[in-house]
C-alpha cells in the first residue's frame, strides 16, 4: 500500500498542469455544491428569525403568503386595509396579551415607513427572544418624529436631530412628497439583520397626519393644506392599518382565535400562522433551490469527466511505465490499483482545497453578507448533506478512474516492454 501512494504522489507531481486543472475543477464544483447549500440554509435562517413570539398575523383577506411578505418582510403591497375600529376590537379580547398594528404605504428614498405604536419597540422580537435596542436616541413620543433602522442611518449618513421628508407610496422615485410636514429623527436602532434595518418608524397618528388633508388619494392645493402647527391642535385617530401582530395569552386558543378572524362578519380578514406560511414560502421558491442544485451537479459531472479525460489522455504515455512495472514483477492489480488510487486522491485533494476555499470565502464575506443582506452564513458545522456531498464526489471520482484503470490492467498484460501504439 505504502509503494502505492509513494508512486500515485510521484505521478501526479511528474503531471502537476493536469493534475491542478482536475482538482480545480472538483474543487469548484465542491464549492459551488456547499456554497449553495450554506446561502440556502442562511437565507432560511435569516427569513425565519425576522420575527418571533408572534402567533397570529392579521390583515385584509388576502393569500397568507402575501399577507407574510408585505407584513413581515415589507415585499409588495397589501389588497386592503383593515379598520382601526376592528383592530381595536381584537386588541381588547379576552383571549389576546398584545398586539402591534402596522400601516404601511408610504417611503423615504427606497426605504419603507412604517407606522405603528409604542407596543413595536416593547414587544416585537426576533431571533427568537432578541429585542429591539435603540443604537442612540429614543422612541418617538411627538407626532413628526422619527426612529428609523440602522441601515437607513448607515446608507443615507443620517444622525439623530436630522430633518426628512417621507413620500406617498413605495417607490424609489418619490412623486408626491409630505413637503408641508417634515419629520425629524429622534432615535437609530441597533443592527438586527431583519427588515428592521431598513424602516423608518413613526406613530400612527403620524401616518394619520400625512394625509388628513389630502382629498380623494391627491395632495392639498398650495395654502390649502394643515401646517405643522395646526396639526397639534387637530384630535388624530388612524382610521385604517395594514396589518396586526397577534401574542395570545395561552397557545391552545390559536386555532380557534384564526377561526373567529377569519369568520369575522364585519369586515373580511385573513389570520396566518407565520411558521404555516413560511412553510409554504418555502415551497414555492423550491423549484429555485433545485434548478440551483442541478447547476451544481452538471459543474461536478463536469469536473468528473474532465478527470476522466486527464486519466485517459496520459494513460497512453505511461504504457511504458505500464510495461517497466510488470518488468520488475508487478501484478496487473497493482497497476490497476495505482490509477483508482491516483483518482481518489485526487477527489480528496479537491474536496480539501475546495472546502478551504469555501470557508476562506464566508469568512471574508460574511459581514457583507450579514450588513448588506441579513444572511447569516454557518461556517464551521458540517451538516450531514456536506457529508453527502463529500461522500458523493470521491465514489463519483473513483467510479471515473475505473475507467482508465481497466484499460491499463488490460493492457499491461499484452504488452509486455513493447508498447503497440
Known amino acids: 500500500m505504502f509503494k502505492i501512494i509513494s508512486l500515485s504522489k510521484k505521478s501526479l507531481f511528474n503531471r502537476k498542469f493536469t493534475t491542478c486543472l482536475t482538482i480545480f475543477s472538483i474543487a469548484l464544483s465542491v464549492v459551488l455544491l456547499l456554497g449553495i447549500e450554506r446561502i440556502k440554509n442562511g437565507t432560511r435562517k435569516s427569513f425565519e428569525s425576522t420575527i418571533s413570539q408572534v402567533d397570529l398575523i392579521v390583515g385584509a383577506r388576502s393569500g397568507p403568503v402575501n399577507l407574510l411578505l408585505y407584513s413581515v418582510f415589507r415585499i409588495g403591497d397589501a389588497t386592503n386595509n383593515v379598520s382601526y375600529d ?165 397557545k391552545v386558543g390559536i386555532f380557534r382565535m384564526q377561526r373567529e378572524v377569519n369568520e369575522y362578519e364585519k369586515e373580511a380578514m385573513t389570520a396566518i400562522l407565520p411558521g404555516v406560511s413560511l412553510q409554504q414560502l418555502w415551497k414555492t421558491l423550491g423549484l429555485v433551490e433545485k434548478v440551483l442544485q442541478v447547476v451544481s451537479f452538471f459543474v461536478f459531472a463536469v469536473s468528473l469527466v474532465s478527470m476522466l479525460i486527464a486519466l485517459l489522455t496520459t494513460l497512453n504515455e505511461r504504457r511504458r511505465e505500464m510495461s517497466i512495472f510488470r518488468s520488475v514483477g508487478a501484478r496487473p492489480r497493482f497497476i490497476f490499483s495505482i490509477l483508482v488510487f491516483e483518482s481518489g486522491l485526487l477527489a480528496l485533494l479537491g474536496i480539501l482545497f475546495g472546502t478551504l476555499a469555501l470557508y476562506l470565502g464566508l469568512y471574508i464575506t460574511q459581514p457583507i453578507l450579514e450588513d448588506q443582506l441579513g444572511l447569516t452564513v454557518g461556517l464551521f458545522a458540517f451538516t450531514m448533506t456536506d457529508i453527502f456531498y463529500f461522500i458523493t464526489i470521491f465514489i463519483g471520482a473513483i467510479s471515473m478512474g475505473f475507467i482508465p484503470a481497466w484499460s491499463a490492467y488490460r493492457k499491461s498484460l499484452s504488452d509486455g516492454l513493447i508498447v503497440r501504439l
Open 86 to 250: 376592528t383592530f381595536k376590537e381584537f386588541d381588547s379580547h379576552e383571549e389576546v396579551e398584545w398586539t402591534i398594528p402596522i400601516s404601511l404605504g408610504d417611503s423615504h428614498k427606497g426605504f419603507r415607513v412604517l407606522g405603528t405604536n409604542l407596543n413595536y419597540f416593547k414587544y416585537y422580537q426576533f431571533s427568537g427572544d432578541q429585542r429591539l435596542n435603540l443604537r442612540e436616541g429614543r422612541e418617538f413620543q411627538k407626532i413628526f418624529e422619527v426612529v428609523i433602522g440602522a441601515d437607513v442611518a448607515r446608507q443615507l449618513s443620517y444622525k439623530v436631530g436630522d430633518q426628512i421628508t417621507l413620500s406617498h407610496g413605495t417607490s424609489r422615485v418619490a412623486f408626491q412628497d409630505h413637503k408641508d410636514k417634515p419629520f425629524y429623527i429622534v432615535g437609530i436602532l441597533k443592527k438586527t439583520g431583519t427588515p428592521v434595518d431598513g424602516s423608518l418608524h413613526v406613530s400612527l397618528e403620524a401616518i394619520e397626519a400625512l394625509h388628513i388633508d389630502w382629498k380623494e388619494g391627491a395632495p392639498p392645493r398650495p395654502g390649502e393644506g394643515i401646517t405643522p402647527n395646526q396639526m397639534l391642535a387637530v384630535k388624530l385617530k388612524p382610521k385604517a392599518i395594514t396589518a396586526f401582530f397577534v401574542r395570545l395569552k395561552s
